[in-house]
C-alpha cells in the first residue's frame, strides 16, 4: 500500500504538477478554459456546443467548424450567415499544412462602377449600405462546403442537421439578441419577410421567448439534400432571384450558378521566431497585421511593457502607415495588382520606421501611401475549433453590418448581406467605417470588396500555438494584432490577452481610439505626444485557442454576452 501511494505521489508529481503548474497563476486575473482533446470558441454557447458534439461524434476540426458556421447562422443573425461570405484558415496536422478558403461575396454581373453615386456625382449612403443593391452574391455556403468536402470527414447531412433542429424546433433568445431586436426593430421590419420572423405578435420578443425559423429550416434543408447546388442552383437559387427583381436588386440565378470559391495560400511573415499564417487579399487583414508586426519588431516591446504610452506611440505609429497604403494599394487580387510581397518585407517595414518619431506623433496629414512595390521581393462574427489530432481553423465571417442589409429574402429565412458597402463606392471617399479606399476598391462586375477579417494561425516549428479571428471592421486588424502582441510580447495567457484594454488607429480619422478604461497617466503622456485620443465602444471580440505544452488553453472575449469556449 505505502508502495502504491508513493508511485501514485510520484506519478502526480512527474505529470500533473507541471502541467497544472502551467495552467494556473496566481499572478493571473483571468485563466483560460483547458482542455486537451479539441477545443471550440465561437460567439455563442449554443453554436460552441454543437461544435464540441461534432468533435465527440468523432468528427475533425473542419467537421465541427462547418457545424458551428451553420449552426450561427441561426443562433446569431447578427452576424452567423448563409446571406454572407467570409473567409477560413484551415491547418490541416497530416500535411502540416495551412491554406486560406476564400468565400468573400462577389459583386453581380450587372454591377458598375458608379453605381451608387447620385445626380451630384455624391454617393447615396442608402442605396450603398442599406438596399437589395448593398447585397453582394454571398459565398459562406459554397466556402463551408468547400471546407467539408475538401479537409471534413462527415457528410453534410450530418454537420448541418443542428442547425436544422435549432431552426425547426427554436432556441431561446437571449438578453443580448431581445436588446438588438428591440434596437433595430425599424431596420429588421422593412420586408414582410423579415417582420414575420423576427415579430411574430408585431412586437419585438422578450428574453426567453423561442425563436423559430422555418423557413430558414427549408433552405438548410435545401442544401442537407443538394449540397452547393441545394443553394445556388434550384429552389432556393428561384427565391433568391425572385426576392432581388422583386425588390430592384440585381443579383440573378446566373450569378448565383456562377459563384466559386478560391482556395489560395496564406499570407506569411516571421514576428520574433514565429510564423503569421493570415488571410491575403481581398482581405486587407493578413497583409497589414504582418506589416504592424513588421514594424513592430524593432522594438523591445516586451521592455516597453502592456499598454505604456510608449507602446502604444509605437503601434499607432505602425497603425498609421499600415492604414495608408490600405487605402491606396489593396483590392481584389482578381482586379489589381495588390504589391503583397512588399508590403509584408522587413526591408520595406524598416523603411517605414525611419519615419517614426519616438518622441512625437506623426500627423496623418504627412503620411502618405508608400511605394511597397520598390520592395518586391459593425458585424462580423469569428470561432476557432481544434481538434485532437492537430488540425485547426480560423474563421472569420459576415454579413457586414449587425444583420447586414437587415432584409430577410422571401421564403427563405436567409438575411442579405450589405458587403457592396466594403468597396469604394467613389474612390478618395471613406465607407461606413472610416475607411478610405482608392481604385483598387472600385467597384467592378465579378469582384469582391476589400474586408478587413483577419482570421490567423500562429505556428512554431511547423505546429499551430495560437489561433485566433475577430469581428469589428476596420479594428478588426488591429485587435487580433493585440491579441498576438499580448501573447508574444507580453507573455499573457490567452484569458488575460482576451480581456486586456484595446487601442486602435486607422491612419484617418487621426484619431487615438482606446477603451473605455484607461490609464489617466498613459492617456497624459500619449497627449504630451501630440496624440489625439477618443473613447470609443469596446473593441472586438476575439474567440481565440492558445496551444502549448500538449493542453488547449481557450477564451472568449468578454465585450459581447452569449461567447462560449469550451473543452473536450
Ligand atoms: N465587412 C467587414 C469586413 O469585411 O471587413
Known sequence: MKEFLLILCLLLTVTFLPAQSAIYSSASAHHPIVAQDGMVATQHHLATDVGVAILEAGGNAIDAAVGVGFALAVVLPRAGNLGGGGFMLVHEAASSTTTAINYREKAPAAAHRNMYLDAKGEVDSQSFNSSYLSVGVPGTVAGLLHALDKYGTMTVDQVIAPAILLAENGFAITHDLASLLSKYKERLSQTPASSALFYPNGTAPEVHDVLVQKDLAWSLKQIAKRGHKGFYEGPLAKKLAADMKANGGIIT?????????????????????????????????????IQILNILEAYDIHSTGHNSAETIHLMVEAMRRAYADRSEHLGDPAFWDVPVEGLTSKDYAAALGTSIDLAKASLSDDIKPGQPGDYESEETTHFSVVDKWGNAVSNTYTLNFSFGTGLVAAGTGILLNNEMGDFSAKPGVANAYGLIGGEANAVQAGKQPLSSMTPTIVLKDGQPILVTGSPGGSRIITTVLQIIMNVIDHEMNIAEASHASRIHHQWYPDKLYHEKYFNV???????????????????GSTQSIHLSKGLLFGASDPRRPDASTRGL
Open 253 to 289: 440565378r446566373k450569378d448565383l450558378k456562377k459563384y466559386r470559391v478560391s482556395e489560395t495560400p496564406v499570407v506569411s511573415g516571421n514576428y520574433r521566431g514565429y510564423e503569421i499564417a493570415s488571410m491575403p487579399p481581398p482581405s486587407s487583414g493578413g497583409v497589414h497585421l
Open 521 to 539: 497617466d498613459t492617456k497624459k503622456l500619449l497627449m504630451e505626444k501630440g496624440h489625439q485620443l477618443e473613447q470609443r465602444a469596446a473593441m
